[in-house]
């Protein structure tokens, strides 16, 4: 599934994720996870959901960096 955002799956692999999201309420529930925390992150979605999200500044992404590597927070 994740693999599925990485990079385009062939037909088959599609239609068989497809059916199982179908059929899978916890895999379908992961995916919205997965989407939510790559939205979160700033980074795009795959073309076929034709959706841009906002991204984190440099500047911003720098901060939260710092911030990390000197522990803050703890």
Same mark, same amino acid.
């Given at each position: 599934? @994740?693999? /599925?955002?990485?990079?385009? &799956?062939?037909?088959? #692999? @599609?239609?068989?994720? /497809? &059916?199982? +999201? +179908?059929?899978?309420?916890?895999?379908?529930?992961?995916?919205? %996870?997965?989407?939510?925390?790559?939205? !979160?992150?700033? %980074? *795009? &979605? *795959?073309?076929? =959901? #034709? =959706? =841009?999200?906002? =991204?984190? /500044?440099? #500047?911003?992404?720098?901060? !939260? $960096?710092?911030? &990390? *590597? /000197? $522990?803050?927070?703890?």
């Amino acid at each position: 599934m @994740s693999r /599925s955002m990485d990079c385009r &799956l062939g037909v088959a #692999e @599609s239609f068989k994720l /497809s &059916l199982h +999201l +179908l059929v899978c309420a916890w895999c379908a529930n992961y995916l919205k %996870q997965i989407r939510l925390l790559k939205w !979160i992150a700033g %980074q *795009d &979605l *795959d073309a076929a =959901t #034709e =959706t =841009t999200f906002p =991204t984190l /500044s440099a #500047e911003a992404r720098a901060r !939260i $960096g710092h911030a &990390l *590597d /000197s $522990g803050a927070g703890k």
